[in-house]
């Protein structure tokens, strides 16, 4: 996943709240496409860990509310569910204003800066290019790169 999180954990009620959240970021655009569920899906896949009454993927509905200032209580998990809903958000091949908007109201529910949605947008940005760029494609990687920004 994100190097820089790699070594941050969620519990399972924090997975499931993640999960809930990026299930949110899906819906901003209406379109919820296969990139963006195959994303959400592999981290609700991935929060189960041993527990057995891990509720099916397909039975998750976004979140509705309630206190998730409390819920993520250290800041990397916060930024753990952020770059994570960034990434949702880019699935689709773009990030609209709508989704960053979205995305910063997450932030502001957990209890994260306002200025940290734009650091680690730049972050997701890098990661994100990073892959691309052991492609041959050079050209290619560089209008994605002007694409993200």
């Not at 209890?111 to 890098?126: H, I, N, S, Y």
């Amino acid at each position: 996943m994100f190097p820089l999180l790699e070594n941050v954990s969620l519990n399972a009620d924090q997975s499931l709240a993640a999960t809930r959240l990026l299930l949110r970021i899906a819906h901003v655009d209406g379109a919820r496409t296969a990139e963006e569920v195959a994303l959400i899906r592999w981290f609700h896949d991935s929060g189960r860990g041993a527990s057995v009454d891990w509720p099916a993927f397909d039975t998750l509905q976004a979140t509705q509310g309630g206190d998730l200032a409390e819920t993520f209580s250290e800041s990397q998990q916060r930024d753990l569910v952020l770059a994570t809903c960034l990434m949702v958000a880019y699935a689709d091949g773009a990030l609209t204003a709508e989704e960053l908007a979205a995305v910063r109201g997450v932030a502001e529910e957990i209890g994260t800066p306002a200025g940290r949605v734009d650091e680690l947008l730049a972050l997701v940005k890098d990661y994100m290019l990073a892959q691309l760029a052991r492609l041959p494609d050079a050209g290619s990687v560089a209008v994605v790169a002007r694409e993200l920004g």
